[in-house]
């Protein structure tokens, strides 16, 4: 059970990260715009790069607080590989046949890694097991 919430906790703080910073880049790059960022393929370079670093904040943001929550990585490499898949299902159906959905899901995975070895860093530096055990 603490590694379900472990993966609810990772996948809602991940999810949120990225609609929320897919508004602001939309906000900031044409405030008049009816419809969001994502749903607007192909993108440009600025705006596809702005994606990417969004969905790559959401996943690193998400493998953190799994595997901080449970104290290993796998919690927060699965964070990342769903938050993958979900983002290979938006690609798919905003652009189907694209390229970048070969490439797609390796942003949330590649940031959840990262943030799934950041959380173990950390536990690591404060030198005592602090862990929950159940």
Do not use: K
């Amino acid at each position: 059970m603490r590694t379900l919430g472990a993966l609810a906790a990772g996948l809602l703080i991940g999810i949120v990260t990225i609609e929320a910073v897919c508004a602001m880049i939309t906000l900031l790059l044409d405030p008049a715009a009816p419809q969001p960022l994502i749903s607007r393929l192909p993108l440009d370079a600025v705006s596809a790069l702005a994606v990417a670093a969004a969905w790559f904040g959401g996943g690193l943001l998400a493998g953190c607080m799994a595997s901080a929550v449970t104290g290993r990585r796998l919690p927060g490499w699965l964070c990342g590989t769903l938050l993958g898949l979900s983002m290979l299902l938006v690609v798919n159906l905003n652009d189907p046949g694209s390229v970048l959905a070969l490439i797609a899901p390796a942003w949330p995975l590649s940031g959840a890694l990262v943030g799934s070895g950041l959380a173990r860093r950390c536990e690591d530096c404060n030198g005592a097991d602090n862990r929950h055990t159940v």
